[in-house]
Each structure stands twice: as C-alpha cells, then as structure tokens.
C-alpha cells in the first residue's frame, strides 16, 4: 500500500506562527507560537523543527497547505510567499485555504464565517448551499445575519492550521492555482505625499 500524503500546513495571518503536519486522516503534529512580529524570521524554523521531530524530511512532503487571509497584510504575504517558493522548490502543490473556509471545513450546513478585523469590524463570508462573497461589515451587524456565526478568534492557532491541512489534503491533486492573499480591505499605509523623485537623464 503506498504510503498516505503528508499535508504540511501554516498560517501567519495573525498574531501567530501555526503550523500542523496530517498525513492521510492522522494529525501528526500541529503547534503554535503567540507572536505579533518575527514570523519571517520563526516560520523556516519552527516548519524544520516539526518536520525533524516527526522524523520526516522535506522530500516526504506531499503538498503544501497554506492560510490565504483576510488577516495581518504582511503576516499574509510572509505564509504565502513561503508556500510559493516551497512549492517551486519542491515541485509539489500549494494549496491556499481562506480564514472563512478554515474556520469549520467540515460544516456543510448555511453559517456564516467570521474574522476579525480591525477598528470595530469584521470579515464575514457565508458558506453552505449559498455560499456567497467575503464582505467587510461592522461588529454590530453580526446580529442581522441570517445563519449561524462560527468566529475563527475562537479556534485555538494550533487548531487552525490542522483545519488549513484537511482542507489542502482535498484539494492538492487538482492542480490548484497558485496561492494568493485574499486581501478584502485596502492596506492601512498610505502612499507617500511627496512627489517622486526627478530621474534625470
């Protein structure tokens, strides 16, 4: 019998580093670090450190499953730009799973998917039978929806990126696309007010 897929898994979407290993049905590991900043620096480490504690090697790894946001801009752009080089490295598939989609990937009945965001607001997306798209709305207008809510500040990181895995563990034979950061509001920092610069010939 061949020996099942190894899914590796991370997210640095929040204030986080998470990551988890599944092979076939079985989590082998998942763990997470509480971080607002580094993860640039902690993501390659913390991924060999689990890998060599499991006793696998980079050529076990079947694909790559990655959190796509909506989150921490650079958080984002630190998950996937690593899922990307990993991936071409590797020669082997990055598959990106949104927060809503991570959120409760086994829950197939109409809910709404919920993640924080900043100054009072919120992610949301519902998913089921009509599943429609992410919307930013404020706190408040949680209460009008009209399916269940399951928030993602609620799922424990270590936990979150095991969801991230059995999503990938889905989908990494259909060739995905790329992954890309789903970015739903623009960046809180604003262009330069100063002209640029005079080139001169």
Known sequence: M????LILAFDTS?????????????VLAARVEEMGRGQAERLMPMLEEMLGDEGRT???VSAIGVGTGPGNFTGIRISVAAARGL???LSIPAVGV???EATAPDQTDPHWAVIPAPRGMVYAQRLGADTGQPELLPEADLTTLDA???RLDT???DRHATHIARVAARRWRDTPVRPA???IRPADAAPPREAPPVILP
């Open 98 to 100: 949104s927060g809503f």
């Open 87 to 89: 991936a071409l490295s």
């Open 2 to 5: 061949p020996p099942e897929p």
């Open 148 to 150: 269940p809510i399951l």
């Open 58 to 60: 980079w050529s076990d």
């Open 155 to 157: 799922i424990p990181g």
């Open 14 to 26: 929040a204030a986080h580093c998470a990551a988890a290993l599944l092979s076939g049905e079985s």
């Open 181 to 183: 950061p789903l970015y």
